[in-house]
């Protein structure tokens, strides 16, 4: 069955940055897209990007661009979301989150459990 | 950027009773629009996809409709455990996916 597992909680101070992982399994990794979203205490869901694990290229909200980079690694099947320049309104849980179907389609079928990230001085 | 505007903001309702949530976009996104339910603590999970297909195990209870501009998330005959948060979500500009600002389904 398909499982994201995502990192654990981090706790970063303003102006630091963090790097999220989460490792897929139960299908082939590279043949579907993963998408990245955040969730602000009682708040909505926000798109952060995509990344496409077979040759990494990646799209990202105009809200980050300059401050998140996604990556991937192949060999254990794990994407990575990094944001940068941290402040206190970053502080949320971070989704990754996979695509229903092999063609690109952005319908997030399957989450990762999320991960809690808080920035405070 | 595509807009998506969610109303009610919250619904309460009875068990048994049937509810209607809705969700406009700013401009047209065709029938590229889903549906997702989160419950606390919880990752969201994927209902309705394409305005009007239901995902894999969801009940038939959920039914959405629409097209355009307009949609219609609907639950015929609420569950206890449908007492939720509901987002839509357009994919008409893949990459760019936006959501809405969700709908708090909540019991009267």
């Known amino acids: 069955q398909v499982q994201l597992v995502q990192s654990g909680a981090e706790v970063k101070k303003p102006g630091a940055s963090v790097k999220v992982s989460c490792k897929a399994s139960?299908?082939?990794?590279?043949?579907?897209?993963m998408h990245w979203v955040r969730q602000a205490p009682g708040q909505g869901l926000e798109w952060m990007g995509i990344?496409?694990?077979?040759?990494?290229?990646?799209s990202y909200a105009q809200k980050f661009q300059g401050r998140v980079t996604m990556t991937r690694d192949t060999s254990t099947s794990t994407v990575y979301m990094e944001l940068s320049s941290l402040r206190s309104e970053d502080t949320a849980v971070y989704y990754c989150?996979?695509?229903?179907?092999?063609?690109?389609?952005?319908?997030?079928?399957?989450w990762g459990q999320g991960t809690l990230v808080t920035v405070s001085s | 950027e595509i807009v998506l505007t969610q109303s009610p903001a919250t619904l309460s309702l009875s068990p048994g009773e049937r509810a209607t949530l809705s969700c406009r976009a700013s401009?047209?996104?065709?029938?590229?629009l889903a549906w997702y339910q989160q419950k606390p603590g919880q990752a969201p999970r994927l209902l309705i996809y394409?305005?009007?297909n239901r995902a894999t195990g969801i009940p038939a209870r959920f039914s959405g409709s629409g097209s355009g501009t307009d949609f219609t998330l609907t639950i015929s005959s609420l569950e206890p455990e449908d007492f939720a948060v509901y987002y839509c979500?357009?994919?008409?500009?893949?990459?760019?996916?936006?959501f809405g600002q969700g709908t708090r389904l909540e019991i009267k």
């Open positions: 394409d305005a009007s």
């Open positions: 990344i496409n694990p077979s040759g990494g290229s990646t």
């Open positions: 401009q047209s996104v065709s029938s590229y």
């Open positions: 139960g299908y082939t990794f590279t043949s579907y897209y």
């Open positions: 989150a996979r695509d229903r179907v092999v063609v690109p389609a952005a319908l997030l079928a399957y």
């Open positions: 979500q357009q994919r008409s500009n893949w990459p760019l996916i936006t």
